[in-house]
């Protein structure tokens, strides 16, 4: 069973046009994330959402949007697609921070999407 | 200036060898730090983590952590041509988990 699922894993779309892209984690974690991974490998925060509610929102464009409708699921939409969107996005994981214990627990990430604008 | 640093390499080291990879951070309230593992196309995956000063080991894998310095490294011992990869490292403070650049490691047979 995969842990954290995203969808669809290439995208290929005309400047302009609006996407989404669906994470779904079945690990009972409460915290999802996207973030960003550039051509240089630059690994960036976008957005957090913890058990539904947005908790981070970075310097991120307004036509950038997350959705989570359940813990278990985190949605990216993204309109009027630029040149410079192109990157792969990750969705990810995490149980929240709740004891000592678990600050340990890292992320566990998606397969990633790559978007490629044209 | 840029919140973890790392040198983007690309490392090379024979097979065998040592093979060191070093990580600065400036938040000095950072409170876990995390090394992940990314082969080329595919996601990154954790492979250590360390919060108290000193060294942790797993394995063939030795995470080091110097807050004083705001310095974490990860040594791989034995190094095999299948740890080539990039090595990300990750602090986290808060909610927040911050990501360097990554460092290419080159393990030659």
């Known amino acids: 069973d995969t842990a954290v699922s995203q969808t669809p894993k290439y995208l290929v779309t005309q400047m302009g046009n609006d996407k989404s892209i669906k994470c779904e984690q079945n690990?009972?974690?409460?915290?999802m994330y996207w973030y960003k991974q550039d051509s240089k490998k630059f690994l960036k925060i976008m957005f957090s959402?913890?058990?539904?509610?947005?908790?981070i929102n970075e310097t991120v464009p307004n036509r950038f949007s997350p959705k989570s409708p359940d813990k278990a699921h985190l949605n990216l939409h993204i309109n009027s697609l630029e040149l410079g969107d192109s990157a792969v996005y990750f969705c990810?994981?995490?149980?929240?921070?709740?004891?000592?214990?678990?600050?340990?627990?890292?992320?566990?990430f998606g397969s990633g999407t790559r978007l490629t604008v044209v | 200036q840029k919140e973890v640093e790392q040198n983007s390499g690309p490392l090379s080291v024979p097979e065998g060898a040592i093979a060191s990879l070093n990580c600065t951070y400036s938040d000095r309230g950072s409170q876990s730090f995390f090394w992940y593992r990314q082969y080329s196309g595919k996601s990154p995956e954790l492979i250590m983590f360390?919060?108290?000063?000193g060294d942790k080991e797993d394995g063939r894998f030795t995470a080091q952590l110097n807050k004083a310095s705001q310095y974490v490294s990860l040594l791989i011992r034995d190094s095999q041509p299948s740890d080539s990869a990039t090595y990300l490292c990750a602090v986290t403070g808060g909610f927040k988990t911050i990501f360097g650049a990554g460092t290419r490691l080159f393990v030659k047979a």
């Open positions: 360390i919060y108290s000063n």
């Open positions: 690990l009972g974690h409460d915290t």
């Open positions: 990810a994981s995490s149980q929240a921070i709740l004891t000592w214990e678990d600050r340990g627990l890292g992320y566990t």
């Open positions: 959402y913890n058990n539904k509610e947005l908790i």
